[in-house]
Structure formats: C-alpha cells, structure tokens
C-alpha cells in the first residue's frame, strides 16, 4: 500500500512539473499538446546549415537544433520525416502527410495550406554565375536559362517577375549548382549561406556570387493548416526562447561555418 502511495504522489509531482513548465500555454494548448505529444510529425530535407543528413542518415543544423529545444520546453518528441526533395515536402504538407515543415517561406499560395509563426531566420539570396559569364543582375539574363530548385518560393516570385527568363526546375540547389559548372544553364539564384556551403564543399572555384536580387528570405515554421492549435503552441513557445540562444543557434547558417 505505501508503494501504491509513493507511485501516485510521483505521478502527481511529474504532472505539476510538466504544468509548471508549460505555464505559458493555456489549458486547452497544454491538453492539445499532451494528447499529441508523440505523434507530431516535421518535414525536412536537406537545406544547409539548417538541415544537413549525414551519410548514416542522422540529421543536424540549425533546425534540427531549434527544435530540440521546443521539444524540452513542451515534453514532447518530434518525428522526422525526410524527403529527397523540397518539392516532396511541400507536396507532403499540400496533402496533409506531415504536421510541420521544419522552416518555410511565406508566399500566397502556401497561405492556402499553412499557418506560419514569426520569421526565425533572415537570409539573403544571390545571383550565382560561371567566372567566364559577365552576367550581373537577373536583367540581363533575358532569354538565358536560370536553374531554380522546383517548388521553391524563389521559382514561384521569379517567374512572376522575370518571365523573359528560361527557367529549368532541378531538385535541388545543388542540383541547381552543378549545372552552373557544368554550363548547363546560364546561373542560379541560391541563398548565401547554402552557395558558400556548397561552392566550398565541392570546391566550385569557377563559380562566384554575382550580385544580389530584390528577393530574400524570411523564414518561419510552417504548420499545416488543419492544426491551427499547433501554431499558436509554438509560436509561444519560439517566445520563451532568449534571444541569445537563439543567436547562438543562428551562427550555424553562418557562411563561415563548415
């Protein structure tokens, strides 16, 4: 009996800690996120520094950090789910496959089928080129071929903007890269962080950032929109971060980093 006693008082005293730590959601948030606590699945695919898969499939950067630590500030655990491309992933999010893409551009048409939280990451995008091309702005690319990652915001706004522009959609910006080196396009555009990743990765000597575009990122996670719940839980919880760790976390899209 005195067992049965201690059992139920440490039960009790675990539940006042985990309402304790989330005493900055509300009743209904703490009850939502309880229920759904194991079963919250993130869209990711690699995008460096912000998601970067190992050749052993393990997954870090930036995001994979950043959500390490709202998992410890809700008492939950995440399920990552990987895709071999950001056209998959936002496909997955269309479909209502995943809870959560792990961080997004907000444009109109994704407004259709998620709810964003307050930009976490600003980054700007760069006009890529061969060093034997004098190309210096998407203006003077009138009729050359630009590759851009499909399903990106960059493809939805440049293809807007500069419909003069031949666009050839590639899976990836590496994808997108290498045929800059190859010369199977004219450029690309590619946020800085990733074009430094990947030029000093695969040592692209012969490619350099041209100039820049009126384009760039502000990036927010995305949930799909039939968890309206979920986006408030974590747009408060993102505010119970300090901002110097969350600046900590930010030197890992740092161009200088390896």
Request: net charge positive.
């Amino acid at each position: 009996m005195q067992i049965v006693k201690i059992f139920i008082l440490l039960v009790l005293f675990i539940n006042f800690l985990i309402a304790k730590n989330l005493n900055f959601l509300s009743p209904k948030e703490t009850t939502w996120i309880n229920n759904f606590k194991n079963d919250i699945k993130i869209g990711v695919t690699q995008i460096p520094n912000q998601v970067i898969k190992s050749k052993n499939g393990k997954l870090k950067g930036f995001s994979i950090d950043l959500f390490n630590i709202i998992e410890k500030k809700l008492d939950i655990k995440f399920k990552y789910v990987y895709f071999n491309s950001w056209k998959a992933l936002i496909d997955a999010a269309k479909n209502n496959k995943i809870d959560i893409v792990f961080l997004a551009q907000k444009t109109t048409s994704r407004l259709k089928f998620l709810y964003f939280t307050d930009t976490i990451l600003s980054l700007k995008n760069k006009l890529i080129v061969n060093i034997e091309n004098k190309y210096n702005s998407l203006k003077e690319l009138k009729g050359h071929k630009i590759a851009i990652t499909s399903g990106s915001a960059l493809e939805e706004y440049l293809k807007f903007h500069y419909p003069e522009i031949l666009f050839v959609s590639t899976k990836s910006e590496l994808e997108s890269i290498k045929f800059v080196k190859q010369k199977i396009v004219d450029a690309t555009v590619i946020e800085l962080v990733r074009a430094s990743y990947y030029i000093k990765k695969l040592n692209l000597n012969d490619l350099i950032i041209a100039s820049d575009i009126t384009y760039d990122y502000y990036l927010s996670i995305a949930c799909n929109k039939t968890l309206p719940e979920l986006n408030i839980i974590l747009s408060k919880t993102l505010k119970q971060i300090k901002k110097n760790k969350l600046e900590a976390l930010k030197l890992k899209c740092s161009p200088f980093q390896p």
